[in-house]
């Protein structure tokens, strides 16, 4: 506890960081409000949406069967993952085992690749290029540690969602679940970009993110494999639901010869209509979107690729069975972290967990252990988490719980 009122005081402290979080907040609470009022019935969905997922949850058992029926039917390698460390492993394997993009790759273009990227490149072995990977935004990837675990393997992965990239260039974990570099200024990327990439330094939104561009452009071209995360998965279809806002979760499952994906065993729906329920919701309360740029169904591989997916458990099976059950039926809108007036204040890094604010001082106790129940005491207990959730999970009653 003391160390987690260090890192309230340092955060209240910071005025860069304050701008950062007062801002995103403002505009995140605000457009979601404004997105809702197109959903006359947006209560009665909520209601509903609530209905499935614990639906989902109390029979977990049964619809992971048949999930996982229909998705070996359509032709995904499937892996199960008790906790991280086989998750990694199993991750790992599947790497090492696949074939190389670059086949005629020479060793002078290996020393150049590596040069030019040097910055995020991490082995002192210039001769020992392994693969290359690119990773679309994933928050059980973080969960897991798999970052670190591949670049301790000398490989070389690069997160390609413009948030992700701009904190693995800085070193940092993300501070949201959605919007992972809400803790930074424009001038904060501009100083970045400056002294990373070796550009002119400017503040200009359209030059930083054309910059970004063409340096991704590279990865999704040169990629040996791609990870992502699964937002949903369909229990009756096996689809494996993608949603993203920069295509770069496109890139990543179809230009390499192999891809990942890595899914929490509770991120399940039963069908595809109550799929199209929970995508009127998301997008609303993650983004203040109606809906996202790009909404991907996946369901087989592409000729000449291998597609596999890793289920996690890594503690949900346990945590099913307690009393903080309902926080499996988050779909990870981030809303309760920007309704939150403490969220609002500290950030996210502030509570040293993958999973942040009012959802994150839930799961992170009932996942990681009780080493993050000190988080639940900076709740207010003020009830706007509840209010903001898309799927009506009553988080002020599992905060008390974890106190």
Not at 120 to 127: E, I, N, V
Not at 192 to 219: Q, S, W
Not at 233 to 240: H, K, N, Q, R
């Amino acid at each position: 506890m003391k160390q987690f009122r260090q890192r309230i005081r340092k955060s209240l402290a910071d005025a860069n960081l304050q701008t950062a979080l007062d801002a995103n907040a403002q505009r995140r609470v605000e457009g979601s409000v404004a997105a809702f009022k197109t959903l006359p019935d947006h209560q009665e969905r909520r209601q509903h949406a609530h209905r499935i997922r614990e639906q989902v949850i109390a029979s977990l058992d049964d619809v992971v069967a048949q999930f996982l029926t229909k998705v070996e039917e359509n032709g995904i390698i499937i892996h199960r993952a008790k906790d991280a460390d086989e998750a990694v492993k199993i991750a790992l394997e599947i790497i090492n085992d696949s074939p190389p993009r670059r086949d005629t790759l020479s060793g002078t273009r290996v020393r150049e690749e590596k040069q030019k990227n040097k910055k995020t490149w991490r082995s002192s072995h210039l001769d020992d290029l392994k693969k290359l990977i690119a990773k679309s935004k994933s928050m059980v990837t973080e969960e897991i540690g798999l970052n670190e675990a591949l670049e301790t393997a000398d490989h070389r992965i690069v997160e390609t969602d413009l948030g992700e990239y701009i904190i693995q260039l800085r070193h940092e974990k993300p501070s949201h679940i959605i919007t992972p570099a809400v803790h930074l200024r424009r001038q904060d990327v501009a100083q970045l970009f400056h002294k990373e990439l070796g550009i002119p330094y400017t503040e200009d939104i359209p030059t930083l993110t054309e910059v970004a561009r063409k340096n991704l452009r590279e990865i999704f071209i040169e990629a040996d494999i791609g990870v992502s995360g699964i937002n949903f998965g369909v229990a009756e279809s096996g689809t494996l639901c993608i949603v993203t806002n920069e295509g770069n979760g496109r890139m990543v499952t179809t230009l390499p010869r192999t891809h990942i994906a890595v899914m929490g065993m509770e991120r399940l729906v039963p069908t595809m209509n109550d799929l199209a329920l929970m995508l009127s919701l998301l997008p609303r309360s993650a983004t203040t979107q109606k809906i996202s740029v790009y909404t991907q169904f996946i369901q087989n591989p592409l000729p000449e690729q291998k597609r596999h997916l890793i289920l996690l458990d890594n503690g949900r099976s346990a945590l099913r069975n307690s009393p903080l059950n309902d926080s499996l039926m988050c779909i990870r809108c981030g809303a309760c972290l920007n309704a939150c007036p403490i969220f609002r204040e500290i950030g996210g890094h502030a509570y040293a967990s993958v999973y942040p604010g009012p959802i994150g001082s839930v799961i992170s106790a009932g996942l990681f252990g009780a080493e993050h129940a000190p988080l639940a005491q900076a709740c207010t207990v003020c009830g706007a988490c509840k209010v903001a959730c898309p799927v009506d999970i009553d988080l002020p009653k599992m905060l008390l719980r974890v106190r």
